[in-house]
Nanobody, 119 residues
Framework: QVHVVESGGGLVQPGGSLRLSCAES????????TNWYRQAPGKERELVAT????????NYADSVTGRFTISRDNAKNTVYLQMNSLKPEDTAVYYC????????????WGQGTQVTVSS
């Protein structure tokens, strides 16, 4: 079974940085995509960043381009989201999603990690 576990959230001041981690396990298909989503209170879930299983392809939401970087270490089965120049509007629960695209579509979600940007 596919398991996805996020970590690294917390409280940070505006302008600060955090690095989120997404540990993946049980993946037997390839290629696939790993996505970071976020959901703020009262708002819809938003796609923040995407990386391919090879790591060669990435994509970002306009709101985080230039501030966030998604990367993966396949030796550790972990995807990272480096978040710099954080703003209060980045406050949300961040979710990691593994998106299967081979043979059939399936989505696997982690439990989420809270990021709060506040002074």
């Amino acid at each position: 079974q596919v398991h996805v576990v996020e970590s690294g959230g917390g409280l940070v001041q505006p302008g600060g940085s955090l690095r989120l981690s997404c540990a993946e396990s049980g993946i037997t298909f390839d290629p696939y995509f790993t996505n970071w989503y976020r959901q703020a209170p009262g708002k819809e879930r938003e796609l923040v960043a995407t990386i391919s299983s090879s790591g060669r392809s990435t994509n970002y939401a306009d709101s985080v381009t230039g501030r966030f970087t998604i990367s993966r270490d396949n030796a550790k089965n972990t995807v990272y989201l480096q978040m710099n120049s954080l703003k209060p509007e980045d406050t949300a629960v961040y979710y990691c999603n593994v998106q299967r695209v081979v043979l059939f579509r399936a989505d696997y979600w982690g439990q989420g990690t809270q990021v709060t940007v506040s002074s």
